[in-house]
């Protein structure tokens, strides 16, 4: 999946830096993205999928205007609920911005809101 970078995608505009270049919590947000896509392939019915890890190098600085290419490539042996992928951000020169692996678990979409709804009913109320 392609993205042109804007303004509101930038670290300075999101809080992760001080810069007008790609933040890496937005390239981070559209790698994940693309694992949930390529994730559907291994689903049954009534199932999602869930990030459980992110292993990513951000190595070179894309400026506003500029375009990265996503690509995330799916395990090639899937054993349980557990995928991870590889994952690359491709400029528009052809250059790696940032590679990386996410993992994500298959979990039975209905249980899974079950239990983050009983799970926030037993948490006290806590103040900030």
Do not use: C, N, Y
Not at 27 to 49: C, H
């Amino acid at each position: 999946m392609g993205h042109e970078v804007t303004d509101a995608d930038t670290a300075s505009a999101i809080g992760s830096g001080d810069v007008p270049v790609l933040a890496t919590p937005q390239l981070i947000a559209w790698m994940e993205a693309e694992t949930v896509r390529a994730a559907t392939a291994f689903l049954g019915s009534g199932q999602t999928t869930v990030g459980t890890a992110i292993r990513i190098q951000h190595r070179r600085a894309t400026p506003v205007g500029g375009s990265v290419e996503i690509t995330a490539t799916p395990p090639s042996d899937v054993t349980g609920s557990r995928l991870t992928f590889h994952v690359q951000a491709v400029d528009g020169s052809g250059k790696v911005v940032a590679a990386g692996e996410i993992d994500r678990a298959i979990v039975d979409r209905q249980r899974f809101l079950a239990s983050v709804s009983a799970a926030d009913a037993d948490q006290p109320m806590q103040r900030r």
